[in-house]
Nanobody, 124 residues
C-alpha cells in the first residue's frame, strides 16, 4: 500500500501556473504507475494525466494536453504536475493515485490509494 499527500494547490489568475506535488510513502512507489485526477463541484472525478513507473510513458486528457506536464522522481518518491496556461475550467480538487497493473490509464476505477486532494482555483 502507498500513502499519498498532495500539495501545491492555490488561487491563481487565468493564464498563470501552479505545480502540484504528490509525496508518496511505501516501498512500492518506484514500481507503480501514477495518475492525477480532478473533481470540480457537482461533477464526476476525471482523468488528468498519468505516468508509467519509469516515466517512459505519459498520458494526458485532451483538455490539458500541451498545458500540463506530469513527471516523477522515484528517488524522492514524488510525482509532479506542472500546470501552465491555467483556465477557470481547471478549477477543481486535484488528486493523485496509484494505478493498478493491467488496467486502463484513464478510468477512476483503475486507481487505488488516493490522496486527500489539493484545491486549485483559477480566477478569470
Amino acid at each position: 500500500q502507498v500513502q499519498l499527500v498532495e500539495s501545491g494547490g492555490g488561487l491563481v489568475q487565468a493564464g498563470g501556473s501552479l505545480r502540484l506535488s504528490c509525496a508518496a510513502s511505501g516501498r512500492t512507489f518506484s514500481s507503480a504507475a501514477m495518475g492525477w485526477f480532478r473533481q470540480a463541484p457537482g461533477k464526476e472525478r476525471e482523468f488528468v494525466a498519468a505516468i508509467s513507473w519509469n516515466a517512459g510513458s505519459t498520458y494526458y486528457a485532451d483538455s490539458v494536453k500541451g498545458r500540463f506536464t506530469i513527471s516523477r522522481d522515484n528517488a524522492k518518491n514524488t510525482v509532479l504536475l506542472q500546470m501552465n496556461s491555467l483556465k477557470p475550467d481547471d478549477t477543481a480538487v486535484y488528486y493523485c493515485a496509484v494505478k493498478n497493473i493491467g488496467t486502463s490509464w484513464y478510468f477512476v476505477s483503475s486507481y487505488d490509494d488516493w490522496g486527500q486532494g489539493t484545491q486549485v482555483t483559477v480566477s478569470s
